[in-house]
């Protein structure tokens, strides 16, 4: 199973990005996945999570400004990022099982700067 997340970049603070996941197969479906973000010295944290049941939860720092999503026909798991602030810089992970193992993307770099 691979996993590629993609869509990050530099951006001014207030600015939005969307985060792409794509997956070799179809293990979003059904299935809890999540994204994380590790930045430079810190732990990887937990970002946001999809359960198998369709329940939404969001870190309390990323709570009203950020969505994930999953799009199941296209294999692909989003997040959206909006009104982003400097220490939503990070590299960001997307999280899924497959076989009773949870894979992780290779992430993608979000940095945001003025």
């Known amino acids: 199973v691979q996993l590629q997340a993609s869509g990050g970049g530099l951006v001014q603070p207030g600015g939005s990005l969307r985060l792409s996941c794509a997956a070799s197969?179809?293990?979003?479906?059904?299935?809890?996945v999540a994204w994380y973000r590790q930045a430079p010295g810190k732990q990887r944290e937990w970002v946001a999570t999809?359960?198998?049941?369709?329940?939404?939860n969001y870190a309390d720092s990323v709570k009203g400004r950020f969505t994930i999503s999953r799009d199941n026909a296209r294999n692909k798991l989003y997040l959206q990022m909006n009104s982003l602030k400097p220490e939503d810089s990070a590299v960001y992970y997307c999280n899924a099982p497959y076989g009773g193992i949870y894979y992780w993307g290779q992430g993608t770099q979000v940095t945001v700067s003025s």
């Open positions: 197969r179809s293990i979003f479906r059904g299935n809890t």
């Open positions: 999809i359960t198998s049941g369709g329940g939404i």
